[in-house]
């Protein structure tokens, strides 16, 4: 192959994973915005930033091992179970941190809920973009790379619309919860011990975005009745 066309292999192969991203990364986008929601607004964008970083750093490490990743038994049950509480937590009224320790804890408990499930459900990019990637490797971090300013203006501008408007946050935890609900089913351990069909998948997905609805309602009821005791 002659340089000019390395050079448009390259172009196009750049152009492709940024379509892939924008495509693939919208789920993500709603789990870092939903886990970032709680802080204070100058620890919220420092968050989304550094969690969507740590996540696409991860991501390229993982992209080596992306086949094997499918194959890692409860790796996605973890992530469904850790998005469940994230969606949950969307309807929770937090109080306000008032200490510094207070703010930095649960900075970093976002943190670790950003990169936790931004990691394990992100499998479909990691496969998709070392596939368009090739093998190289300057190519693939720097395809991955260019997520990071997508999911952050992205998770940045659903935390504030959340906040605008609490019907989003409604349809963000119903989201996240048909998202727990096929990483759950898709699990190494639950396809090798169940073999669940499309049809069971499907009602996975809607139990987990029911549930958390209703989960989501009974918290808010509750809410509601404490502050009128």
Known sequence: MNPIQEHWQFIVSLGSIVVVDLALSGDNAVVIAAAAKSLAPNLRKRALIAGAACAVITLVVAAVFATRLLHVRFLQLVGGI???????????????????????????????????????????????????????????????????????????????????????????????????????????????MFAPSATLRYAAEAAGAAGVLVVGWWLKARARRMKTV
């Open 82 to 192: 850790a998005i469940l509480w994230i969606a949950v937590n969307l309807f929770r009224e937090e109080p306000a941190q008032e200490s510094s320790a207070a703010r930095v804890a649960g900075f970093w408990k976002a943190m670790w809920f950003i990169i936790v499930a931004d990691v394990t459900m992100s499998t479909d990019n990691i496969l998709a973009t070392a596939a368009l990637a090739q093998g190289n490797l300057k190519l693939l971090m720097f395809g991955l790379g260019i997520s990071i300013p997508i999911v952050v203006f992205a998770s940045g501008l659903l935390a504030a619309l959340m906040d605008k408007y609490p019907v989003i946050v409604y349809i963000g935890a119903a989201l996240l919860g048909r998202v727990a609900g096929q990483m759950i089913m898709t699990d190494a351990f639950m396809e090798q």
